[in-house]
């Protein structure tokens, strides 16, 4: 089986009647601790979640965010595409290693057609290699080896910083729309006493 993508844990609690965040409320205490170090802000794309695993010795598997997801054919057709067993031999040819991204495009989320009005595509946002996530320049250097689109990076800052960003109506680098929101990762690396990474999203709806 393939390893999942964990959750991204929102920044805030949120309210249980409005839904909405409760501005200053932590969802976990890692978050108002480094609330003012500097985080990698990304684009959120607003598509599906794919899996991409490769073994050298068995091969290519593409997956939904679960096992169990179901990926439009479409879609389907397309990920054979662009991940050829040769292309990814030629990458990777004695590593195992999952890309994770997102699906995006017509047909894909109700606004999948403001990214990419009359087809659809795989954006990369991270790779997992063993127990090893990569870091930007080397998720980066794989996508340009792979000639895959990577989420762009809109800046570096504070999460005050991205909630000012996101509450403002960021435009999409995708286009005259305004963007679905930010993820953002510690520039350093980080992880939680239970193992998990220190990573959280602010969309634009939650305020």
């Given at each position: 089986m393939m390893k999942e993508y964990h959750?991204?844990?929102?920044?805030?609690?949120?309210?249980?009647?409005?839904?909405?965040?409760?501005?200053?409320?932590?969802?976990?205490?890692?978050?108002?601790?480094?609330?003012?170090?500097?985080?990698?802000?990304?684009?959120?794309?607003d598509g599906t979640n794919i899996r991409i695993g490769w073994i050298p010795e068995v091969g290519i598997n593409i997956g939904g965010r679960t096992d169990n997801a179901q990926i439009p054919p479409f879609l389907q057709t397309r990920l054979h595409e662009m991940f050829s067993p040769l292309l990814m031999q030629s990458v990777f040819p004695e590593k195992s290693v999952i890309l994770f991204g997102g699906g995006y495009g017509a047909r894909i989320q109700k606004g999948g057609g403001n990214y990419i009005p009359n087809g659809c595509d795989f954006i990369l946002f991270d790779v997992l290699i063993g127990d090893w996530w990569l870091q930007r320049k080397d998720v980066v250097d794989i996508a340009s080896r792979l000639r895959i689109n990577v989420v762009p990076v809109i800046g570096y800052g504070t999460i005050r910083d991205a909630i000012k960003i996101t509450c403002a109506g960021m435009k999409s680098t995708f286009g005259d729309f305004i963007a679905e929101g930010l993820v953002l990762k510690p520039v350093v690396p980080l992880f939680a006493r239970g193992g998990a990474r220190i990573i959280t999203k602010v969309k634009h709806r939650d305020f």
């Open positions: 959750k991204i844990q929102s920044i805030f609690k949120r309210d249980e009647k409005t839904h909405k965040f409760i501005d200053g409320n932590y969802s976990i205490p890692e978050f108002e601790y480094l609330q003012n170090n500097q985080w990698e802000m990304t684009e959120k794309i």
